[in-house]
């Protein structure tokens, strides 16, 4: 009995280890099948570009984007180029030192009228949040009726001069009520700290450094419902219309580093925070990731031409002809990459 049941445990073992042997030799000629007979794929040249990038809080799906290697993914070889501003960034396109510029809306309105051919690819940041009028209240500033009489440090040819502007309009303070000073954006901050002006019209991240330093001494004046601190990703017409796919990966790049940004706030606010040198507490004062999503819609049209007519009363353009923006938008690339962000009424 005792060799019948050996006998049948051998023969069960090699059975199963037959079953086995027959099991990866049918793996491995559908292996060899599936090697040889599949479709080819194409494989995707990566292609160079070159950004000018503010270092801003508003260039912050970039530096998501840069950290988590999206822009090679998507076969870039980016080459960022940073500045302080947006505008200097636009500079280096227009002297065609970059293929590429993230700006602020008003230098761009200010560049097209000077006759650039700047087309607009997509908006990548807008915030309610992230400019402010921050005043000295230890001068006995609080609010804007407090202004009349006061200096003010701005930027000119900036949307921080458009934001003042519309600030001491909507509260009645003229123009002539006012010394407006142009500084530098590090001279700004000195003006403000040292005392030579009574309010400053300041963004994120120079805002919440100043809010840190001064404390009490300082307040700011946000105006949410007045202005929407926008910027854009823009490159000259040229350039934009004769390369489709860079453009396309990039904005491909940005929607995935979006879509990052709201599934990890947290992890992306610090990369955030380290790409603009602050701590992350203080940038959790301001960052808001849907701030962050690639779109062309009507309130840029209307944002523009705002900007332009704003611009001709004050005499920084010469130009009396309103510009048609729709054609500067380039919204075919971001069209194949997320359609539902386009809501442009043509």
């Known amino acids: 009995m005792k060799n019948l049941r050996a006998g049948r445990l051998v023969s069960l073992r090699q059975r199963m280890l037959g079953w086995i042997a027959a099991g990866v030799a049918l793996a491995l000629v559908a292996a060899l099948a599936w090697h040889y007979t599949r479709p080819s794929v194409a494989v995707v040249a990566p292609l160079p570009l070159t950004l000018g990038l ?18 090679s993914r998507h076969g870039l070889v980016l080459q960022t180029q940073r500045y302080p501003l947006g505008k200097q960034a636009l500079a280096a396109v227009i002297e065609g030192r970059a293929d590429m510029a993230v700006v602020a809306d008003t230098p761009y309105v200010l560049a097209v009228a000077k006759g650039n051919q700047i087309a607009v690819v997509s908006t990548v940041f807008g915030s309610r949040k992230t400019a402010a009028l921050l005043v000295r209240v230890d001068h006995g500033v609080r609010s804007a009726a407090d202004l009349r009489g006061r200096r003010i440090g701005t930027v000119f040819g900036t949307n921080a001069q458009y934001f003042l502007d519309k600030l001491l309009e909507h509260h009645g303070v003229g123009a002539s009520e006012v010394h407006i000073v142009d500084y530098a954006p590090a001279g700004l901050l000195t003006a403000l700290r040292d005392g030579e002006v ?51 990966r990039l904005l491909a790049a940005l929607a995935d580093s979006h879509q990052y940004m709201i599934d990890q706030p947290l992890e992306a606010r610090q990369t955030v925070a380290a790409a603009i040198g602050l701590p992350p507490q203080l ?64």
């Not at 001709?312 to 539902?340: C, E, F, K």
Request: overall charge negative; proline content about 6%.
């Open 54 to 71: 503010p270092t801003q809080a508003a260039s912050g799906a970039f530096f998501v984007a840069e950290q988590r290697q999206l822009f």
């Open 198 to 248: 009574d309010a400053i019209t300041t963004w994120q991240p120079e805002l919440a450094r100043l809010q840190q330093a001064l404390g009490t001494k300082v307040a700011a004046l946000f105006e949410q419902d007045l202005f929407v601190y926008r910027f854009l990703l823009v490159g000259k017409v040229g350039f934009v219309d004769s390369h489709p796919q860079e453009v396309q």
């Open 283 to 346: 940038v959790a004062s301001f960052f808001e990731p849907v701030d962050y999503g690639p779109s062309l819609d009507q309130s840029l049209l209307l944002a523009l031409d705002d900007q332009t007519r704003w611009a001709q009363q004050r005499q920084i353009i010469n130009n009396r002809a309103m510009p048609n923006y729709l054609d500067y938008l380039r919204p075919q690339a971001l069209q194949a990459v997320l359609p539902s962000a386009i809501s442009i009424i043509r």
